[in-house]
């Protein structure tokens, strides 16, 4: 019996000892741009593609281009940024890149989700997680 109240008493211990918090992730999720949902591979599918652009010097048309945030989102990474088209219908490859974008910073990581759809002029809205 002794056995088992130490070890209860020592088991309390150490998970009072443990962190209460973990670091936050940075990944991407799942976004709605103005009415279209993009599901989190497709938000993926789109930033690897911008980054592999990205990293390889290569575009396709004019993306992925600089994305220097006149709009002053609040977004997860740090930049410098790269906006890519981030497409319904697969992976953007040129052409017609329609209203929605993803933000990537230059490390390839994922800063957020925006749409000309219901922004004035050539500007942006934040999509669902993004403002």
């Known amino acids: 019996m ?3 109240i130490l070890s209860a008493i020592l ?3 150490s998970a009072l000892a443990l962190p209460t918090t973990l670091p936050v992730e940075k990944r991407q999720s799942a976004t709605t741009c103005g009415s279209t949902y993009y599901s ?3 938000v993926a599918a789109a930033i690897n593609q ?3 652009y990205y ?4 575009k396709a048309d004019s ?3 600089t994305y220097n945030n006149y709009e002053g989102f609040d977004f997860i990474v740090s930049g410098p940024y790269q906006e890519f088209p981030i497409k319904s219908s697969g992976v953007y490859s040129g052409g017609s890149p329609g209203a929605d974008r993803v933000v990537f910073n230059t490390d390839g990581d994922y800063a957020g989700a925006i749409t000309h759809t219901g922004a004035s002029g050539n500007n942006f809205v934040g ?3 993004t403002s």
């Open 50 to 52: 911008g980054y592999d």
């Open 11 to 13: 088991f309390s211990a």
């Open 55 to 58: 990293a390889s010097n290569a």
């Open 2 to 4: 002794r056995f088992s």
């Open 127 to 129: 999509c669902s997680g």
């Open 40 to 42: 989190a591979s497709k």
């Open 63 to 65: 993306y992925p281009h």
